[in-house]
C-alpha cells in the first residue's frame, strides 16, 4: 500500500508526517519520539497510551494515524511548559501518585481533562476518569488525591486569578 | 497487651534530627516520569534494530519431530531464525536468584521438546514487527503431541507423563514423579503437640495462578557496542544475576556482557527472571544488529511468569484456653512446566507463615510438581499469600468455634519482641536457614490500630444487617515476612564527591518502580549531611554500578540501604578529617547538615561542602570516595494486620468491600509517603487475589483469559475505602531502623475478606477467588439455621 502524508498538531507544534495507511497513532507517535505514550496492551484496556485528541482522552492504540489529520494532540511531552511543571504533574509528585510511571502520562492527561470539564469533581468522578487507567503500583488512592488536591488549587488560582481574567477578556 | 512490651518505640529525639530520612520527599526519577521522559526500556530508537518474536508451542506437551525454518529464513527482511539445533544447550533456570541458584536446572534457551502452551519453539529477528510475525507463520513444525499433565494432583501418579525425561537436566527432585522440588521441615514434635492439645483443626485450601500484570510487560533490546560487547537494555529487577546467567547460557565471558537497568515499569517479582534476555541477546549475535523482543499483553499472561497455585492441608493443635501448641501445613504446588523458584518460593510458604504462631511444633511438608502449564515463579508475596489465607482463615474458624474473639486469639498467639523463630532456621533459600531474632514487633499496635480504623469492637458484636440481603461483616488477618534472605542477599554502593559538594551514589539496586532510588539517595544524604539534591543516584548497570543481588525479598532498604549507610559513613569520615585540618578542629567535634561541615563547639567554625570540595580535588589532590558491601545473617520481620469490611449480596454472592484498613510495622519508614504507597499498592492486588484475579486454563492447557478485559484487576473505581497506618519502630539491624514493606501487606486482604464473609453470612470459603458462584453455592449449602429462619421471616 502507497505511503501517506499526515498533517496534524503535536503538543503545539504543526508536523507532516509521512505514514503507512494502517498505522496506529500510537505506533506512530513512538516512532516519532513522543516516547511518553506507553504500550501497554493495544487493546485500549490499559490507558497507558492515552493522549488528548482536541483536548479528549483517546487511547492512541485504537486510533488509526491517519485519523489524527489536521487535529490537535496533547502528549504527556507537552503538558509542562518548559522547565516548568503543570499543577497536576506537581500533585502527582507531592501526593506520592507516581510508583513506576508507566501509567502516570495517560492519567495526568485524562485527570487535566476531566478539569477542564469540571473544575470541582468529587471523588467518584474521579475515580470514574481514572477507571480508564491501570495501575499494578499505586492502589489509586494517591492518584485520586492528586487529582483532587489539583482541582482544589486550579479553582483557588483561578479565583485569585479572576479580576485579571476579566481584564483580559 | 498482655503486659509485654509489644514493639519498640521510635527513637522521637531521633526522628526529630533527622533532615531527610524519614521525610516525605519526591521521587527522585520522579520529574522525568511525570513528564513522559525517555526513561523506560523501549523508549530508545536504535539504528538498525530488528524486532525479536518468539514462536510459542501450540501444545501442552510435544516433541518436535521436524522442524524448517528455509521459508521464514527466505522472507525478505528476516535477518535471524533460531531453533534448537542453533544454538548452545545449557542447563540453566531462569529464576534470578544468587548463584549457584536452588532452583533446578531444567531450561533450556531452545529446546526440541515443549512443555507448555507457550514455550519456545524459534525466535525470528526481522526488520518490522509485521515481518517477523509473517516469519514465525512460515516456521514449518512437525510436532509429536504428548500426554500432557495439568492437574497438579495428577503430577505425581504412577503413569503421569514425565515432563522432565532429558538427562542432563540437574537439581529435580524426582523427574520420574513430576516432582521439582521437596521440603519437609520439623521443629518440636507435630505428634507429641497434637496429643497435647484439646481441640484440632484441619482444614483444606485452595489458590489459584496470578498474574503479575506489570503495566510495561517484559522487554529487553539488545545489540554489540562498538567494542563488540553485548549490551542488554532490559526491564529487569535482576541486572546482575542476569549478566551471570545470560553468559553461561550463550558461553561467552561475563565481561562480555553488559546490563543496563533503565526505568521499569513494574515488576512485583516478574521481572525477578532472565526471561527474554537470553533469546534476545542470542538473536543480537546471530543477526549482527541491535534486537528488540516485547511481549505483547496476551504473551505476558502465559509466557512471563505467575503466582505458583496451591492446595493447603492445614491442622492446627489448640489449648482449650485457645493456646496454639501446634501446626501442621502440607502443601502440593505446582511450578508449571519449569522450576522457577520451585522450592524457594514453597518453602516461604513453611517458614514465613507458621513462626506468626509461637507453638512449640511445626511441621511443614511439601511437593512441588510439574505440570504442562505456564511457569509460576517469583510474585510478590513469595509463597506467602497462599500460607496466610490458609493460616489465617483456620486460626479465624478455631477462634470462632472456641468463642473467642479473633483479635484475643491472635494477641495471646501471635511471636513477640525477644522470640526466636527457629523453622527460619531450617528452611533457608534452598539450603539450612539462620534463626530469626526478633528484635523490633509492632505487630500488637497493628492490630489496635487497624481494629480501630476498622470500628472492630462495635461491629463484632453487632452490624445493621437486619433482614436485608446486602449483610456486612467484619474480619482481619495477621502477617509478617522477611527483609531480604539472610546470609544471601548482598549489596554494594559507591560515592564519590564532585566538585560542588555534591556526590555521584553507585549502587547495584534495582529501582523498579518502588522508588529504591529516592529511599537510597535519602539514606545517603542523612549520612553525608547533604541535601537531597545533592545526591546523584545511578543504579542497576553491570559495568557502572557495584554489585548487587537486586529488587527482590524485600531486601532493597535493609541490605542495600545498609550499604549505602556504609559507604555514606565512610565518605563522611574523608570528608571530616579534611574539614578538620581546614578548621583547625579535631573530627569529633565535627558535625555535618544542610551541606555544611561545622564544630560542634562554641566555636561554631565551618566550611560548606562545596569550599571542601575544591580544597579536596585542587589543593590536596584527593577524590574523596569510598564504597561499602553489605550483608546480613537475619532477616528481620515487617509486621502486618489487615482488617476487611465487606458486604455479601445474599441473592447473587457478589462481594464488595466497603473497607480495608492496613496496618504495616515496617521500623522506620525512610519516606512514608511512599511506604503508603507500597502498601495501598500490595493491597490492590491482595484484592484481586482474593476476589477476581485469576488465569485460566482450557483443558489442552491454553490461556482462557489472556487479556485485562477478562483477567479482572481492581480499577479506581473497584477500590473500597483504604486506611493505611504505619507503625513504626527501630530494627537494629536496619539504616536508620528500617526493616521492608512492599511485601507484607499483600498477605492479609484475602484470609481478612474470607473472615469477614464468615462473619457476614455465616459461610467458609477456603479456595481463591472468591467468586460470586462460590459464595452463593456455600450459601446455599452451608446456610446456617439461624439464617435461614432470619431470611424467611422476610
Known sequence: ?169 | MNGDRAGQSRDRQGAVSRLVVGRNVRKVDGVKLVTGGAAFTDDVHIPGMLHGKILPSPHAHARIRRIDTSKAKALAGVHAVLTYKDVPRVPHTTAGQAWPEPSPHDTYLLDSKVRFVGDRVAAVAAESRAIAERALKLIEVEYEILPAVLDMEQAMAAGAPVIHDEPDSTKIYDRQRNIAGYILREIGSVEQGFAEADHIFERQYRTQRQQHCPIEPHVTICWLDADARLVIRTSTQVPYHCRRQVAMILQIPVSRVHVVKPRIGGGFGGKQEMLLEDICGALALASRRPVKIEYTREEEFYMARSRHPQILRMKMGVKRDGTVVASQLTVLATTGAYGSHSTTVQGNTGSKVLPLYRAAHMRFECHVVYTNAPVAGAFRGYGCPQGFFAQETLVDEIACELGMDPMDFHRNNVIRLGDTDLLSAQLGEGKEGLPRLVRSCGLPQCMESAARAIGWTQKRKSLPNGHSHLRRGVGMACTMQGSGIAGVDWASAFLKMNEDGSFFLQVGASDVGAGADTVLSQIAAETLGVTLDKVIITSGDTDITPFDVGAYASSTTIISGGAVKKAAARVRSQVLELASKMLDAPVDQLDCANNEIFTTCACRKSVSMTDLAMQAMYKEKLQIMDGASHFNTDSPPPFCATFAEVEVDTETGQVRVVHLATAVDPGTAINPMQAEGQVEGAVAQGLGYALTEELLLDAAGRPVNPNFLDYKMFGAQDMPKLTTILVETDEPLGPYGAKSISEVPINGPAPAIANAIFHAVGVRIRKLPIRPEDVLRALHAERPANLEEELLTQ
Open chain 1, 1 to 169: 500500500m502507497k505511503n501517506m502524508e499526515l498533517h496534524l498538531t503535536v503538543n503545539g507544534e504543526s508536523l507532516n508526517w509521512t505514514i503507512a495507511p494502517g498505522e496506529l497513532l500510537l505506533d506512530v507517535l513512538r516512532r516519532q519520539g513522543y516516547f511518553g505514550v506507553k504500550r501497554g496492551c493495544e487493546k485500549g484496556e490499559c490507558g497507558a497510551c492515552a493522549v488528548l485528541l482536541d483536548g479528549m482522552p483517546i487511547n492512541s492504540c485504537l486510533m488509526f494515524a491517519a485519523q489524527a489529520e489536521g487535529r490537535q494532540i496533547l502528549t504527556i511531552e507537552g503538558v509542562a511548559d518548559g522547565g516548568k511543571l503543570d499543577p497536576m504533574q506537581e500533585a502527582f509528585l507531592d501526593h506520592g501518585a507516581v510508583q513506576c510511571g508507566f501509567c502516570t502520562g495517560g492519567m495526568v492527561l485524562s485527570a487535566k481533562a476531566l478539569l477542564e470539564r469540571r473544575p470541582d469533581p468529587t471523588e467518584e468522578e474521579v475515580r470514574e476518569m481514572l477507571a480508564g487507567h491501570l495501575c499494578r503500583c499505586t492502589g489509586y488512592r494517591k492518584p485520586v488525591e492528586a487529582v483532587l488536591a489539583a482541582a482544589s488549587k486550579k479553582r483557588n488560582t483561578a479565583r485569585r486569578m479572576k479580576p485579571v481574567a476579566e481584564v483580559v477578556r
